[in-house]
């Protein structure tokens, strides 16, 4: 798989190892057309111009070259400098000088060098046209310089089911995601985190189970305690009726200023109009509840008479992400999001009791969240994830127990 010890990290620099050994250099760019490519550049240039990539050229053997690494190649993050990533289609596009040579992993086994003349920089766009296998929905592993077991990995596979869904390395530590500027821009469209200060805000929202919506958790609970007390299923009008009967009880008790629990509504006192409003609520929210749990059965995500019964694997499967992104975008160390990794994995183990009961939970966290139960690409892309996780040999949930031994 390598030479003189070295094993190629990820499937990517094996498949150009392989190519480069045969010397078939038309196979190496087919593998090099399917990859994320990364080229380092300052800080500066990217925080002084955010929507533009700085190419900065090396002089190799009397050639000026610029190198780009492929991401099992990559170093472990720091301050400076970063990388954005590109692709090779991208790179025959807007690559900027003729007399600049590719460089590929320079100073590694699978390292090549490549003339970028205008007819060179054709072939590139041949090879990309005809670079057809998917980069989502895979499983991909680190198997050099990431970890594969213990309690790191744990917490990396708590944010599995993103990392297939998005085609991304699961076991990448040290990230590097999308580039710097990408991973900025990630972290500010979707989340609203422009600093470290939102980033830690919202990693500590997420590793308390806090950032999905209290009243899911309120009526699942409901749920749960049914369960607890009476044991066996909860027919669905029982869990309908408990649930109108503790929102009425908590009307009734409700005679100061708000106290919430942070398990559902405020106890305050509240309008005949407003727990109409509340109870209305929670009955369409238990029959999406209901009617997604009987597809993740159809589905083979819960088996028959189980229930999920919390959603926090969403927060802590996104908090496991979210180290890593805050790592990408540099608002955190490579020590600081090593640790946030780790408390994912410890508060999934203590809710949790398997990988199957982790990913049923989060995967109704999203769907509550985006789905709008259409069954279309939010639930779709969670389901063929699970799946692979689940059957895949190499996956680590077949290879890391969820709890510990």
Same mark, same amino acid.
């Given at each position: ?277 509340? @109870?209305?609520? =929670?009955? &369409? ?5 209901? %009617?997604?749990? *009987?597809? /993740?059965? +159809?589905?083979?995500? #819960? ?37 946030? @990794?780790?408390? =994912?994995? &410890? ?5 949790? %009791?398997?990988? *199957?009961? /982790?990913? +049923?939970?989060?995967? #109704? ?41």
């Amino acid at each position: 798989m390598g030479v003189g010890g070295w094993r190629a990290p990820t499937e990517v620099e094996r498949d150009l190892y392989d190519a480069k050994t045969r010397g078939d250099w038309p196979a190496y760019l087919d593998v090099l057309a399917q990859a994320d490519l990364y080229h380092a550049m300052s800080r500066a240039q990217a925080d002084a111009r955010p929507g533009w990539i700085h190419f900065n050229p090396v002089r190799v053997n009397g050639h000026l070259m610029l190198a780009f690494h492929t991401a099992g190649m990559l170093p472990a993050p720091v301050p400076d400098p970063v990388f954005f990533a590109t692709d090779l289609a991208d790179l025959a596009q807007d690559w900027p000088r003729d007399d600049e040579w590719l460089a590929v992993n320079p100073g590694t086994p699978v390292e090549a060098f490549f003339p970028a003349t205008a007819a060179h920089r054709q072939m590139w766009r041949r090879h990309a046209e005809r670079a057809t296998a998917p980069r989502r929905g895979r499983l991909r592993t680190l198997w050099s310089g990431g970890p594969l077991h213990g309690p790191v990995a744990h917490g990396l596979a708590c944010g599995a089911l993103l990392c297939v869904a998005n085609g991304s390395l699961w076991n990448a530590m040290g990230w590097h995601g999308t580039g710097y500027v990408r991973e900025r821009r990630r972290l500010r469209e979707w989340w609203g985190i422009t600093d470290r200060a939102g980033w830690a805000s919202a990693m500590e929202d997420l590793l308390a189970g806090e950032m999905s919506s209290s009243v899911w958790g309120f009526v699942l609970g409901v749920r749960r305690s049914l369960a607890l007390d009476f044991g066996g299923t909860v027919e669905l009008d029982h869990w309908r009726h408990a649930t109108t009967r503790v929102l009425h009880h908590r009307a009734a008790q409700a005679t100061g200023p708000a106290q919430s629990t942070g398990a559902g509504p405020g106890v305050r006192p509240v309008s005949e109009t407003e727990l109409r409003a509340q @109870v209305a609520g =929670a009955q &369409r929210l238990i029959g999406r509840i209901a %009617r997604y749990e *009987a597809r /993740f059965r +159809a589905d083979g995500l #819960l088996p028959e008479n189980r229930f999920v019964h919390s959603v926090e694997a969403w927060d802590y499967g996104r908090a496991s992400k979210m180290a890593r992104w805050g790592l990408g975008a540099r608002y955190c160390t490579l020590e600081e999001a090593e640790q946030a @990794v780790l408390r =994912a994995g &410890r508060v999934s183990r203590l809710e949790y %009791r398997s990988w *199957a009961d /982790f990913s +049923a939970a989060y995967i #109704l966290g999203r769907c509550l969240h985006f789905d709008e139960e259409e069954f279309g690409d939010w639930y779709g892309e969670m389901l063929d994830a699970h799946r692979i996780l689940t059957t895949d040999p190499a996956s680590p949930w077949r290879n890391i127990p969820f709890k510990q031994p």
